[in-house]
């Protein structure tokens, strides 16, 4: 089993920043992809960043330019900073490693007031 265990969620003004990180340990032998998806009440959970062992990354499209996601693998942690940040972007934030199986973190709420 991994655990995943994220930080750096909060309230902030729109325009503000904050960076969310995520460190996985356990079993691990090999994980591949990281990244964060995030669900807003009343939504569908959607992908905000991921990226790979080798370093290529993917952003959804409403987050490109403002948030910018980087991982350690020795220490196998992801992190994302979120710039620029809308009312739009409040959602729990959700840690996601793939290894054999993919696994979640808890989630950390983020709210970006007006």
């Known amino acids: 089993q991994v655990q995943l265990v994220e930080s750096g969620g909060g309230l902030v003004q729109a325009g503000g920043s904050l960076r969310l990180s995520c460190a996985a340990s356990?079993?691990?032998?090999?994980?591949?992809?990281m990244g964060w998806y995030r669900q807003a009440p009343g939504k569908q959970r959607e992908l905000v960043a991921l990226?790979?062992?080798?370093?290529?990354?993917v952003y959804a499209d409403s987050v490109k330019g403002r948030f910018t996601i980087s991982r350690d693998n020795a220490k196998n942690t992801v992190n994302l900073q979120m710039n620029s940040l809308k009312p739009e972007d409040t959602a729990v934030y959700l840690c996601?490693?793939?290894?054999?199986?993919?696994?979640w973190g808890q989630g950390t709420q983020v709210t970006v007031s007006s």
């Open positions: 996601f490693v793939r290894q054999s199986s993919t696994y």
């Open positions: 356990g079993r691990i032998f090999g994980i591949t992809t």
């Open positions: 990226v790979t062992t080798g370093g290529s990354t």
